[in-house]
């Protein structure tokens, strides 16, 4: 079923209502069949056209939010390029709303054209599915249209839309826009609104805002456990669904490095790494603020206590992620002290994050491995890491299964997107399409070359030192 997007019933000063550019000899490039299949699509609907922002069935629309864009506040910003067309609902009863990006000109764009080049719109699609994959909550791809227009950014490039489903677009951004401008009564409309439509279960408001933190901390705990470095953490690129959103230089990191970052707009390393969890906190920091002026006095204290929980929720949620990567069953039988010096031995000795988690679970049967280097505090935390295990009386095979389905052998890695969308934009399909049927069992391996390589480290000439937004 495809609705009318529930914005709609939202006063005027939410959204700004207008619709995708006109275009001629639009192409479905990329379509994702089994999320369609997933959600059912209405047979009865011409989606090629539809997903180019064309023959649409509801009105479309733009939402309007503020953001803290590298810790500076930008008081309106809005959908400048992105338009919500509906709501799809899956069998199962759940609704998404299916927006398009990269599709033209909105009263937000300011200086923008609204149009995306090819290249980011399938970076999108690729990394967004790559998270589903690994169970990482993420908005999805449904497809990516060429536009058949040129789109001018360092280069002139060949236009795109990709498509994009989430549980609601409702970023922090989104109470700071209301927030910012006093207004107590449209703050009250998107904060019932937000709790009816993502945490029904919540009797109030303060139930919601500590639902959205421990998603948040869940959240981000996975995007340590892989390796994950969004780069753009903005207030605005911050989701209340607790999915991840935004794709823009995002990556994963070959070599672990504590303060890796990818981002070329990233100079000063706001969100590197390791700061992910402060981000993360400093984010919802801004939202409690938001809150705030809904608040009583004792209000207020029980959200200061809210979000002063931030540190034990995330260091539970990192734990509990943890336990089974290192194939610990117990999670009280692991402290962060045994995973920080983990990640200092692999910074030292500059070892790849995704294949130092899979060899390690074949120390499991040997007592070493050339993979490693030998030195004699990693052979104290060998001996450690051995005697937790054993102290759980766990059947080696039952161990090594969870660590081989806990820890993926295929990533996303920088070098192996920018191949793929390298050789799409010349029309060449193949590379994308397998890498993307490797990403979606990331923790099997393939015998065969192609697969082989998906799963491999890049070459020093291969590796990627920076990446962009693209937009």
Same mark, same amino acid.
């Given at each position: 079923m495809f609705h009318p997007s529930r914005y709609l019933i939202l006063p005027p000063q939410f959204y700004a209502q207008n619709s995708p550019m006109k275009l001629e000899n639009t192409k479905l490039f990329v379509f994702n069949e089994r999320l369609a299949q997933e959600l059912n699509l209405d047979e009865n609907i011409p989606w090629d056209r539809v997903l180019a922002g064309q023959d649409l069935p509801h009105k479309s629309l733009s939402l309007v939010y503020a953001g803290h864009q590298f810790g500076h506040f930008v008081p309106q910003l809005g959908d400048g390029r992105a338009h919500l067309l509906g709501e799809i609902e899956n069998p199962q009863g759940e609704l998404f709303d299916l927006q398009l990006k990269g599709s033209g000109r909105t009263p937000y764009s300011r200086q923008g054209d609204g149009q995306s080049p090819l290249a980011p719109a399938l970076r999108e699609f690729l990394i967004s599915e790559a998270m589903a994959f690994l169970d990482i909550p993420t908005t999805r791809s449904l497809s990516v249209v060429k536009t058949n227009q040129r789109v001018l950014r360092q280069t002139?490039?060949?236009?795109?839309?990709?498509?994009?489903?989430?549980?609601?677009?409702?970023?922090?951004?989104?109470?700071?826009?209301?927030?910012?401008?006093?207004?107590?009564?449209?703050?009250?409309?998107?904060?019932?609104?937000?709790?009816?439509?993502?945490?029904?279960?919540?009797?109030?408001?303060?139930?919601?805002y500590e639902l959205i933190v421990s998603k948040q901390a869940s959240l981000i705990a996975h995007w340590m456990s892989v390796g994950f470095i969004h780069g753009v953490m903005n207030t605005d690129n911050m989701s209340l669904a607790g999915e991840t959103i935004d794709f823009g230089p995002c990556a994963f990191m070959d070599e672990y490095r504590a303060n890796e970052v990818f981002s070329s707009?990233?100079?000063?390393?706001?969100?590197?790494?390791?700061?992910?969890?402060?981000?993360? *906190?400093?984010?919802?920091?801004?939202?409690?603020?938001?809150?705030?002026?809904?608040?009583?006095?004792?209000?207020?204290? *029980?959200?200061?206590?809210?979000?002063?929980?931030?540190?034990?929720?995330?260091?539970?949620?990192?734990?509990?992620?943890?336990?089974?990567?290192?194939?610990?069953?117990?999670?009280?039988?692991?402290?962060?002290?045994?995973?920080?010096?983990?990640?200092?031995?692999?910074?030292?000795?500059?070892?790849?994050?995704?294949?130092? *988690?899979?060899?390690?679970?074949?120390?499991?049967?040997?007592?070493?491995?050339?993979?490693?280097?030998?030195?004699?505090?990693?052979?104290?935390?060998?001996?450690?890491?051995?005697?937790?295990?054993?102290?759980?009386?766990?059947?080696?095979?039952?161990?090594?299964l969870e660590m081989n389905t806990s820890n993926p052998t295929v990533i996303p890695r920088n070098h192996l997107v920018e191949k793929a969308l390298r050789l799409a934009e010349d029309g060449d399909l193949n590379y994308f399409n397998n890498l993307w049927s490797a990403l979606k069992t990331p923790y099997q391996i393939d015998q065969s070359a192609q697969a082989e390589e998906f799963s491999r480290p890049p070459l020093e000439h291969q590796k990627i030192q920076a990446t962009f937004c693209g937009t």
């Open positions: 002139d490039q060949e236009g795109a839309i990709v498509s994009r489903l989430a549980k609601a677009h409702i970023r922090v951004g989104s109470f700071e826009y209301f927030a910012a401008r006093e207004d107590k009564e449209s703050l009250k409309i998107l904060t019932e609104m937000t709790r009816k439509r993502l945490y029904p279960e919540a009797q109030d408001w303060l139930e919601m707009i990233d100079r000063y390393g706001r969100y590197s790494y390791m700061n992910q969890p402060k981000i993360a *906190h400093w984010n919802l920091s801004v939202l409690a603020g938001c809150l705030a002026p809904l608040a009583s006095p004792d209000q207020l204290n *029980h959200l200061q206590d809210i979000l002063d929980s931030w540190e034990q929720k995330f260091n539970q949620a990192y734990l509990d992620i943890y336990a089974p990567k290192l194939g610990i069953e117990d999670v009280k039988n692991l402290d962060k002290s045994m995973i920080d010096n983990w990640l200092i031995y692999l910074e030292e000795h500059r070892l790849d994050f995704t294949l130092a *988690h899979r060899n390690l679970a074949k120390l499991l049967k040997q007592q070493d491995l050339d993979y490693f280097p030998k030195t004699e505090s990693f052979e104290l935390w060998l001996k450690r890491w051995r005697s937790k295990l054993n102290e759980e009386f766990r059947p080696q095979q039952i161990v090594e």
